[in-house]
């Protein structure tokens, strides 16, 4: 531009056009030089532009792969340790059906407290491999929710027959407490995700009771499993949703897989209802469901199939 400037100052106030050859020559070079500089400015500046946007997108894919890679092998840890909780919760009952079949065989005539026994850890089995199957369609996402009207008085009725006994059992009481209301969910599995939160809270309690309460909650209705059990320490209340994670000298523990509280999160999943907990060590815990209230609108409309 300098150059440019003085040509034009030279043309048209020291020597007035129409001026010498020379000086068109020279203009027309700086004209041809400007335009060649501009078009490798520009072309260096795609360039350089490529390059950093390359650099960035290689970054960017850098740290996705670090990240995936990292989730991989916490994965494969998990799956790990998975496998190895599975199998050592699995040796002891058939580690105890060995231990009562070869005691049967050797002293027959004690078959009637022996038969009991034998029972027991084949339940202990089928439990385990009940559980292990849930878990492994839940993260497969194969399981169908048949999403309907769900009502909550039968379904707490249902529940009290199901559980109470084995609540007396323990000499506890199970009290419900329910108001009449509908949500929108699948009644197999919301009855199997209860089913969970209750045996839980009665393995866990010694002495007083276990309540099963439905209230309104904030968008749709809340039911709440309170028990006055051994509780759940601060540092725990994360992990215990983990699969075979079991607290250390917790009492209740010993009789389970520390499965059913990771099946119930899985649920939680399926369904899009909100689980969420408080607990006190040696005061008890309440679980909290809260569920979409069920639209009378939509009985027109059916059933609808869906895959979690």
Not at 217 to 228: A, C, L, Q, S
Not at 283 to 306: I, K, N, P, W, Y
Request: aromatic residues 8%; hydrophobic residues 45%.
């Amino acid at each position: 531009y300098t150059i440019l400037a003085a040509l034009a100052w030279s043309m048209a106030v020291e020597r007035p056009f129409p001026g010498t050859l020379t000086t068109y020559a020279l203009v027309v070079l700086v004209l041809i030089y400007w335009s060649a500089v501009r078009m490798a400015g520009q072309r260096l500046n795609r360039v350089q532009r490529s390059n950093l946007d390359l650099q960035f997108a290689n970054a960017q894919l850098i740290a996705s792969l670090t990240e995936k890679t990292r989730v991989a092998l916490e994965a494969v840890e998990a799956k790990s340790r998975f496998i190895a909780s599975a199998a050592h919760d699995l040796r002891q009952p058939v580690h105890a059906l060995s231990l009562y079949a070869d005691w049967l065989r050797a002293e027959p005539e004690l078959v009637l407290q022996i038969t009991p026994k034998i029972v027991q850890s084949t339940q202990a089995v089928n439990e385990l491999f009940n559980s292990l199957f849930d878990l492994a369609r839940l993260d497969a996402s194969v399981v169908e929710v048949n999403w309907q009207r769900v009502d909550l008085p039968s379904l707490v009725g249902e529940l009290e027959l199901r559980y109470a006994p084995l609540a007396k059992e323990k000499g506890l009481d199970l009290r419900t407490h329910v108001r009449p209301g509908a949500v929108r969910s699948d009644p197999v599995l919301l009855k199997r995700l209860l089913g969970n939160l209750l045996s839980n809270a009665i393995r866990h309690t010694e002495r007083g009771g276990v309540l099963l309460a439905v209230r309104p909650g904030e968008d749709g209705w809340r039911v709440e499993v309170w028990d006055t059990g051994v509780g759940i320490a601060p540092e725990h209340q994360q992990a215990i949703f983990q699969e075979f994670y079991r607290v250390a000298k917790h009492h209740g523990t010993e009789e389970g897989f520390g499965l059913g509280l990771a099946i119930v999160t899985r649920l939680c999943g399926a369904l899009n209802h909100r689980l969420s907990m408080q607990s006190r060590p040696g005061q008890g815990t309440v679980f909290r469901l809260d569920m979409e209230a069920f639209d009378d609108g939509e009985s027109a409309r059916g059933h609808l199939d869906s895959r979690y």
